[in-house]
RNA sequence: GGUCGCGUAGCUCAGCUGGAUAGAGCAGCAGCCUUCUAAGCUGCGGGUCAUUGGUUCGAAUCCAAUCGCGAUCACCA
């Protein structure tokens, strides 16, 4: 790419010039800001003192090799201790000829022996899924689409949580209180019934802990001795030891969620290479608190319980294994990484998973170190903000969680509701119409919650995520059905896109001009949002190219140009553009409808 | 209390490892459809980048302190 030449070409005619030995990172050339004339701007500044001249005289020094030694740096200009370089109009439109057909713009085209493996969306199967797993489960396919885009081998996998004591809390609740309710019976979907049974649970649970405490129990021995906790224990204690009545409730409390979430993973876009079962993995994190017990590096308390010393690096004593000998979250990672690293040898293993669990993986990483695993450098938090609502942060207690489900439903009516106040699907058939209000409307909430940087607390104000004007998906959605609109128009008149460039640089107006400096930098931006795994770059990317479109698109006419070789070159131009709209869309998992 | 993170326009967010006069969108106001999709385009107003000090040619960006907000430090996950 032009930048990378150029950065090249500016290294090499510095260190000439002031017998430096400077390489590529130390120096400052970025794009041009609007306001200068010019494409790239290098700073001086770092090198006057070495040069011992003015910035001045050291920017026109600079500048004048750079004409000397590289074809495409036609001119420049200074201003004060910044060079303007000027790449020619003919290298814009060289590399616009080269690209402007390739379907995979964007995308490595060398594949890379690096393999990745990618850990999201990690659900527990005590109730349905809400707000914060949408953001992490479209941070964690899109950032899965981003690394593939860069060539990398990734493997997508999702670690089910689906034991435990929250899982027997709505096992003994539906057995209580139940009354033999099935999705069948109720109607109701899976994940959802076993979540209104987990809060039966809590509800029952608080109801007992008040009457303990009316009858002269501390809180904390009420929270300790209701029997609704102690039975849940009970339960949990069965399913270890395997008991049949326990497992057979299990397997099919379970079975009714994992089909509720498959109908939410599908609405979502999302899916998975392998899906990880805590109960499967769990044992195996047993196994290695062994291991480390017999090699010494764990030890074991009087109440029998098992625990990592982490005070020498500036952490505390940490449970890997529970007095009653069952085993806790820690426990089960442990052995899940294990695992994932025996079956796939990964040179980096990204967990997407809520910054709240930063301190769990600083543990995480250590513990493995301590146990001899040397791979576990390669553990990447991934570890992204809470979604906030404007009345605050989601409670249950306050019942203010956002369902997935409903959001999805709502969303899809807005765009029902908006499309059809537009008048905008007259010609479209019932399927037809349908495909498009869901394609909208995912476009939307992904690209409300994928634009922002996943490390940010964001929030998600449900009037603004439903709106389709300005900086959303349904924009750019609009701008690429706009240019398909355009290609239709072309085909009628049977004009074809170029299969190779045949005309010249008289073609570059200003618009046209910046229209293509930014399409070049899309696979720049591509490569940036897979070393930092954040969507938002791209999301914000296609933004600012819909704007630019949009804004070449009202001031130029395409298919009306009389002069046939301008008329071919923003045919082009518009093909290419809906090429990295499409692209860049892809990664955060939305589809751009040809029509709208 | 210890540790970690975050404070940019009325609101939601950009601003890459320091670079030119801090940018978008929304909301508000004013314009643009006999012309390829107006879910669009144009213009206007709006800022002590939490505060204070430091580092230097240069700080929203780096460092320190202070204030405010959040997370975490469970035999929860």
């Given at each position: 790419m032009i930048d990378k030449i150029l950065a090249d070409q500016v290294v090499a005619t510095v260190n000439e010039l002031y017998n430096l030995s400077l390489s590529a990172s130390d120096l400052s050339l970025s794009k041009t800001r609007?306001?200068?004339?010019?494409?790239y701007t290098l700073?001086?500044?770092?090198f006057v003192k070495a040069a011992r001249k003015s910035p001045e005289q050291c920017a026109t020094e600079i500048g004048q090799a750079l004409v000397a030694r590289t074809p495409f740096v036609e001119s420049f200009n200074v201003i004060k201790g910044f060079l303007n370089i000027v790449v020619s109009s003919t290298e814009w439109l060289n590399f616009f000829g080269q690209k402007f057909?390739?379907?995979?713009?964007?995308?490595?085209e060398t594949k890379s022996d690096e393999t990745i493996v990618v850990e999201y969306s990690?659900?527990?199967?005590n109730k349905p899924l809400h707000l914060g797993h949408v953001r992490n489960n479209l941070l964690g396919f899109s950032v899965s689409e981003i690394l593939k885009a860069n060539g990398k081998n990734v493997v997508m996998v999702n670690l089910v949580n689906d034991r435990g004591i929250h899982i027997c809390k709505s096992m003994l609740a539906w057995v209580k209180f139940?009354?033999?309710?099935?999705p069948e019976s109720s109607g109701l979907k899976g994940d959802h019934l076993v979540g209104k049974y987990y809060v039966a649970f809590d509800k029952h649970y608080k109801a007992e802990i008040v009457g303990l405490v009316e009858s002269g129990m501390k809180k904390e021995d009420a929270e300790k001795n209701a029997p609704l906790i102690l039975e849940a224990q009970e339960m949990l204690r069965k399913w270890e030891q395997g008991d049949d009545a326990t497992i057979q409730l299990w397997k099919m409390m379970n079975s009714w969620v994992y089909k509720g979430f498959d109908e939410t993973y599908q609405r979502m876009g999302v899916s998975f290479d392998k899906i990880y079962h805590e109960s499967e993995t769990y044992l195996l994190g047993k196994d290695l608190v062994q291991k480390g017990l017999d090699a010494g590096v764990l030890f074991r308390k009087e109440d029998g319980s098992v625990w990592c010393d982490l005070t020498g690096d500036g952490l505390d004593e940490k449970l890997l294994l529970r007095a009653d000998g069952t085993s806790v979250y820690m426990t089960q990672d442990l052995g899940t990484a294990m695992l994932r690293f025996d079956e796939y040898k990964p040179n980096k293993m990204v967990y997407v998973v809520g910054n709240e669990q930063d301190y769990h993986f600083n543990v995480l990483r250590l513990v493995l170190k301590k146990l001899g695993?040397?791979?576990?450098?390669?553990i990447y938090h991934l570890s992204y903000g809470m979604v906030e609502l404007p009345q605050g942060k989601m409670k249950s207690r306050e019942g203010t969680v956002v369902d997935a489900d409903d959001l999805i439903d709502g969303m899809i009516q807005t765009a029902r509701e908006m499309t059809e106040q537009l008048g905008k699907?007259?010609?479209?058939?019932s399927e037809e119409a349908k495909r498009l209000h869901y394609n909208i409307a995912m476009g939307a909430l992904k690209y409300f919650i994928l634009k922002?940087?996943?490390?940010k607390t964001m929030m998600f104000n449900p009037a603004e995520s439903i709106d389709?004007?300005?900086?959303?998906g349904p924009f750019i959605q609009y701008t690429h059905a706009r240019i398909c609109s355009v290609m239709r128009k072309a085909t009628e008149r049977g004009i074809k896109v170029s299969s190779e460039l045949t005309y010249g640089?008289?073609?570059?107006?200003e618009k046209e001009k910046s229209l293509v400096k930014l399409l070049h930098d899309f696979p720049a931006v591509v490569q940036e949002a897979g070393n930092n795994l954040s969507p938002a770059l791209v999301a914000n990317y296609i933004f600012d190219l819909a704007k630019e479109y949009n804004q070449f698109y009202h001031d130029h006419h395409i298919m009306?140009?009389?002069n046939e070789a301008i008329r071919q070159f923003r045919l082009d131009l518009s093909f290419f553009t809906a090429t990295v709209i499409r692209n860049g869309m892809k990664l955060l998992g939305i589809e751009v409808p040809e029509k709208m």
């Open positions: 609007k306001e200068f004339e010019g494409d700073v001086v500044f770092p057909n390739a379907s995979a713009f964007g995308y490595a990690s659900p527990n199967t139940g009354e033999g309710e099935t695993a040397s791979w576990a450098e390669g699907l007259d010609d479209f058939g922002v940087d996943p490390k389709f004007n300005g900086n959303t640089m008289e073609m570059l107006g009306r140009e009389e």
